[in-house]
């Protein structure tokens, strides 16, 4: 079977090299891929250079190289009704319907589904404009609260505010500034919460979910959670926090009731349904969903995943989820540490030679994980603002954690930097 992953980031990387070594693939095609990506050879992995929002040419390109399997990455492509072409056109792909992606889509439709679904979330409100939300603000008493950007932001679209002062200065720049483009049209101001955070993915055809080991990601960009919020600095698996217990209860108050709304909604879902879920005093809050793999969360995940990968995502398409064996998982931990560019997640310079990842890719337990480089002449150049996720594993998470930043001081390039402090929630 031919497959072909759309996107070009970490996760991208990550779910094509475990793709890849499925004895039922013949080729895995990215588009467009990335340096890492090129370099994977030997997994049978080829870059596509189509961009993952061009439509009309992936499945072109789809058809004429007879793809059996598609495999969405990126949220935007799924919310622009990716998989409702390729589905149409006849070309098996993994991903949720246009319709379905809304759950990420729009923050409104999500709360509102969640409410609906009776699923424990935070108290929310809705606003169309600036005015209106300033004016609800002023109203209130001044507590911290969380303003979000309805609409995809690549992960930067929600900001956590301690006081008055710092909502409407998030208001201002959501619905005014326009920082985030239309992703601001509607915004939501919702009562901030306290605990813990950890991302749960599952896999699910809309009948059967098929959930995976808990993980935890590191969304601000500095030590000690300090800093703006990013696409995320990093994560490991499986999350301590998360217990048997905690685990049984997300099953059965978010993931089912949230699965079965999105039918009585008319909005069935297949593909990764990942709760991004806050562990508060007063018991498990949904803090948002995704409708894909998470980015750096996938990376932990492939590096721990035993069972072959396309089996599960095959099974999904054809709605044939609970026949598929059990995923089956390496009991050590993994850890992945993301290196950034100099001046993420504000502007920064691309093209800087990479070095030392050779030396990296020998340590043992390690993979080097590319997502936002280029391959020049041969030679991998940074060309985003999250360059590599370096996951490693380990008997326990501080020796993954070891291993990982072990791998993190053999590379270099001009202004690189990364947190020191993935996982360290866990060990405390």
Not at 167 to 189: P, S, T, W
Not at 238 to 261: S, W, Y
């Amino acid at each position: 079977m031919k497959v072909l992953v759309v996107g070009g980031g970490g996760r991208e990387h990550a779910l094509a090299w475990k793709i890849g070594q499925s004895s039922r693939v013949t080729q895995v095609f990215v588009a467009p891929g990335n340096a890492g990506t090129a370099l994977e050879a030997e997994h049978k992995i080829e870059n596509i250079d189509i961009g993952d929002a061009d439509v009309p040419r992936l499945l072109e390109f789809a058809k004429q190289n007879a793809i059996g399997l598609a495999v969405v990455g990126p949220e935007g492509p799924l919310a622009a009704g990716i998989v409702d072409a390729f589905s149409a056109a006849g070309v098996r792909t993994f991903g949720p319907s246009g319709h379905a992606a809304e759950l990420e889509a729009s923050k409104v439709f999500c709360k509102n589904l969640l409410r609906h679904a009776d699923v424990p979330s935070a108290e929310f409100r809705t606003f169309g404009d600036a005015a209106s939300a300033a004016e609800h603000l002023a109203a209130r008493e001044d507590v911290p609260v969380v303003v979000k950007a309805d609409g995809l932001a690549a992960g930067k679209g929600v900001i956590v505010c301690n006081n008055r002062s710092e909502a409407l200065e998030a208001v201002q720049r959501i619905a005014k500034d326009r920082e985030f483009g239309e992703a601001g049209n509607r915004l939501i101001i919702e009562e901030r919460l306290v605990g813990q955070e950890a991302s749960v993915l599952a896999i699910t055809d809309g009948q059967t979910i098929v959930t995976m080991p808990a993980a935890q990601d590191h969304k601000p960009a500095h030590d000690g959670d300090k800093g703006p919020n990013t696409g995320g600095m990093g994560a490991y698996s499986p999350a301590p926090l998360v217990t048997d217990e905690i685990m049984r209860a997300v099953e059965e108050k978010v993931l089912v009731p949230t699965v079965h709304q999105m039918k009585r909604s008319r909005r069935p879902f297949r593909g990764v349904l990942y709760a991004g879920l806050m562990i508060t005093k007063q018991g498990l809050k949904v803090l948002e969903y995704n409708v894909r793999f998470g980015d750096p969360e996938c990376q932990p995940l492939m590096m721990r995943l035993q069972s072959d990968l396309v089996d599960v995502l095959e099974a999904t398409t054809t709605g044939q989820l609970d026949e598929v064996e059990t995923m089956h998982w390496d009991p050590r931990p993994a850890v992945c540490v993301v290196m950034a560019s100099e001046g993420y997640p504000g502007s920064y310079k691309k093209g800087h030679a990479i070095r030392g990842l050779e030396q990296a890719g020998q340590l043992p337990d390690v993979k080097v994980f590319h997502a936002g480089t280029a391959l020049r002449d041969g030679q991998a150049t940074t060309n985003g603002g999250r360059v590599l996720g370096v996951t490693a594993l380990g008997e326990s998470i501080s020796t993954a954690k070891l291993q990982a930043y072990t791998a993190v001081k053999c590379i270099r390039w001009d202004g690189a930097w990364c947190r020191k402090d993935i996982s360290d929630k866990a060990l405390s």
